[in-house]
């Protein structure tokens, strides 16, 4: 599975994301925020408190994504993000994000 990037998407993957944005994710990933926060650089300590921490999917899923956001800062972008995603075999959920 691949994803093709293309001259109109350079500009949004270079950009620093919002919690705005990447917060609608969370209600897609499922049981796949574990790979998306292995695929994002997140620690295993970090996963392990995340999955004690919250009760549901979409609440671990939603901390998966703060975490990252929060300790990537300006280097958190929609390209990282996708990338990350592609990884993941989760391409469902790029294409939502950059409204195709």
């Known amino acids: 599975m691949y994803f093709t990037y ?3 998407h350079s500009k949004l993957f270079e950009a620093v994301v919002t919690l705005r944005q990447v917060l609608p994710v969370k209600d897609d990933l499922g ?3 574990w790979n998306l926060g292995i695929a994002l650089d997140l620690s295993w300590a970090e996963l392990h408190n995340i999955e004690d921490d919250y009760a ?3 609440q671990k899923a939603y901390n998966v994504l703060r975490m990252w956001y929060e300790k990537e800062a300006t280097a958190a972008t929609m390209g990282r993000l996708a990338d ?3 990884a993941i075999g989760r391409k469902d959920i790029i294409e939502r994000l950059i409204g195709m």
Do not use: V
């Open 31 to 33: 049981s796949c925020w």
């Open 56 to 58: 549901s999917n979409i």
């Open 84 to 86: 990350a995603l592609l």
């Open 6 to 8: 293309t001259a109109r």
